[in-house]
């Protein structure tokens, strides 16, 4: 059955669930505090790239199930059934997540909410902040005990966020132990054609919920640094991570997926959600329990500058005077989120040892060049290559593991090649005659 629902924040995470909550056939108002995205969603666009999302998102306006706003007054008297989609960054200087965005909605919405209703929260939190809301919420709320606070992680990946959101692994509902209320019951009408293709659907306290969205992104963080350590193992011995991978990977306790070693991870999540991990268990006197986590981090930031070093021994030894391609800006394919990119970091520390770098990437420039103002930037890959001493490809767009080396055979001053994701044949090149390098193998 029909639906009124809102959804809080409306960036990658909020557009997405609230126009996918209109595809399954909910009424939604998406709320931001952001009134250019809003005006922007409103006229059927998505202020991001995200496949398949724009046809989703023009649909459901179309048919008038999806409206957008910034009135939190238009928003509380809409519906009794709010998602909270807001970002929870990483805190200046500090390991901690910023939490000022999600009490935020939570300080403005509940004053005006005057009869039960369910606030479902859906974005990374440190565990514990669910029941603070909860209790902020009753304090603010006319409505008392009969607002409620639930939580929802969402496990979405960009660029793949639509399908990711009609047909997750797994839903997961945190509910407050201490006040059964009907968060489940609601829940489980919203996912109703979401819950009928057969996923998992469990049911636990509020402080389980949010420590299985941590829980799962410090165990895919710590995959992807174990390989990337083992890249570094590799290079020093004269061995080859990718074959490594392939093989332990086909031993199915262990799998293959999210064991491609390269520059690392980045983006708006991994990386600030492992610190602020770290940062709430020592809160809870439990910071040797991740202390692991730290060396995960330090695997991953060092492969960016390991990958400057052998840029740099690839150039002869200086990077000074040198121009280099660097192809990709997003953090990774499909998407142009340049948070925490490890393509920008790299090109900017190219750039602060005295290379030009000119930098393309098929969806990630104008929120590159926001963060980057002073990088170069060019048109096309064919632009970016333009009498370069070195090609990098630090993001794997299917675009650039489809180069061959006759593309830019012609347009390079030196043939060199170096795979920050090894994602292209290392054969094909030599055989051209390309210096080719990869990370983690000979
Ligand atoms: N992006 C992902 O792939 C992903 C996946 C799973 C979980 N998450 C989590 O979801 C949350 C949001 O992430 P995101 O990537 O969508 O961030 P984002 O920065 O793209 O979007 C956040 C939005 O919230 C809006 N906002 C801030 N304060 C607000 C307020 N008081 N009221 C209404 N709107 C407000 C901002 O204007 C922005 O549009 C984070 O906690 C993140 O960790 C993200």
Not at 93 to 107: I, K, Q, T
């Amino acid at each position: 059955m029909s639906k009124r629902v809102t959804v809080f924040g409306t960036g990658y995470l909020g557009a997405t669930h609230a126009a996918c909550m209109a595809e399954i056939g909910h009424e939604v108002l998406g709320v931001d505090i952001d009134a250019a995205k809003i005006a922007k969603l409103e006229a059927g666009e998505v202020p991001f790239y995200e496949p398949g999302l724009d046809e989703v998102l023009k649909r459901n306006i179309e048919a008038g199930r999806l409206r957008f706003t910034t009135s939190y007054e238009e928003a509380a008297a809409w519906g009794d059934i709010h998602f909270l989609g807001v970002g929870t960054p990483q805190r200046r200087g500090e390991y901690a997540a910023d939490l000022r965005f999600v009490n935020s909605v939570v300080e403005k919405l509940a004053p005006l909410v005057t009869k039960p209703a369910v606030i479902f929260g859906k974005s990374t939190v440190p565990v514990g902040t669910a029941a603070n809301l909860g209790e902020l919420a009753r304090e603010l709320s006319p409505a008392g005990e009969g607002l409620e606070v639930a939580w929802n992680p969402e496990f979405l990946r960009e660029g793949f966020a639509v399908e990711d959101t009609l047909r997750p692994d797994r839903l997961v509902l945190g509910v407050d132990r201490d006040r059964p209320g009907r968060a489940e019951e609601v829940l489980r009408e919203i996912y109703a054609p979401i819950l009928e293709l057969g996923m998992p659907f469990i049911v636990t306290d509020l402080a389980t919920a949010e420590l299985v969205k941590v829980a799962a992104n410090s165990f895919l963080a710590t995959k992807i640094s174990f390989i990337n350590a083992m890249a570094e193992l590799c290079e020093a011995a004269g061995a080859d991570v990718t074959v490594l991978a392939d093989a332990i990977g086909h031993d199915k306790r262990i799998g293959r997926k999210f064991l491609n070693a390269g520059v690392g991870f980045g983006g708006g999540c991994l990386p600030k959600d492992i610190r602020a991990f770290m940062a709430r268990a020592g809160e809870l006197g439990a910071e040797h329990a991740l202390t692991f986590l730290r060396e995960v981090d330090n695997i991953n930031m060092r492969r960016r500058t390991r990958m400057v070093e052998i840029s740099r021994e690839l150039v002869g030894g200086s990077l000074l005077g040198s121009r280099v391609a660097v192809l990709g800006a997003a953090f990774k394919p499909d998407s142009d989120d340049v948070r925490d990119s490890p393509a920008l970091n790299v090109a900017g520390q190219l750039q602060l040892q005295g290379a030009t770098v000119n930098v393309f990437d098929p969806k990630a420039m104008e929120n590159a060049r926001r963060e980057f103002p002073t990088l170069g930037y060019s048109a096309s890959t064919e632009e970016a290559c333009q009498g370069a001493d070195l090609v990098l490809v630090v993001t794997e767009w299917k675009q650039f593991r489809e180069l061959v080396p006759a593309d830019l055979n012609k347009i390079v001053r030196r043939k060199r090649i170096f795979d920050g994701r090894n994602c292209i044949d290392p054969q094909v090149w030599r055989a051209a005659g390309w210096t080719y390098r990869g990370l983690g193998r000979p």
